[in-house]
């Protein structure tokens, strides 16, 4: 039996996360796009999965973001999650994903700063959070 899968979305001005998750809460793809191509770049990003719900945060830009979603994707039910404290969650999930290599595994991780943007981890934590709340 195939997993369901879960489209999360970290809304921003600039810049959206986006990460498809199964139920089991295994990540099968993360993206970064840019705010004004969501619409070109979302629809490369589900292509070969099918999503049953999406999953929204609701932080900056949120209610833009929602509207846009209701027109893209219609036919997914959209949950929006509260995304208080999800950036710091992200940095711990993208260093459980991404361990730290030479000299920096000596360091705490909460001093190390991770390389890259974390909006896409977002996106994965807040899918975590809805799940959570379904069981």
């Known amino acids: 039996m195939m997993n369901k899968v879960y489209l999360g979305v970290d809304p921003g001005r600039s810049k959206i996360g986006l990460a498809l998750v199964t139920e089991n809460e295994q990540i099968l793809k993360l993206h970064i796009a840019e705010t004004k191509h969501i619409v070109e770049e979302l629809r490369n990003f589900i292509?070969?999965?099918c999503p049953v719900q999406l999953v929204l945060g609701n932080g900056t830009n949120?209610?833009?973001?929602?509207?846009?979603l209701a027109q893209i994707l219609p036919q997914l039910p959209l949950a929006?999650?509260?995304?208080a404290h999800s950036t710091e969650q992200a940095r711990g999930l993208y260093w459980q994903c991404n361990p730290p290599r030479g000299w920096r595994r000596?360091?705490?991780?909460?001093?190390?700063?991770?390389?890259?943007?974390?909006?896409?981890?977002?996106?994965?934590?807040?899918?975590?959070?809805?799940?959570?709340?379904?069981?």
């Open 80 to 83: 929006v999650i509260e995304e």
């Open 62 to 68: 949120s209610d833009n973001i929602a509207q846009l």
């Open 47 to 49: 292509q070969c999965y």
């Open 106 to 135: 000596l360091l705490p991780l909460g001093l190390l700063v991770p390389p890259v943007p974390l909006d896409d981890y977002a996106a994965v934590i807040l899918v975590r959070r809805f799940l959570e709340g379904k069981k």
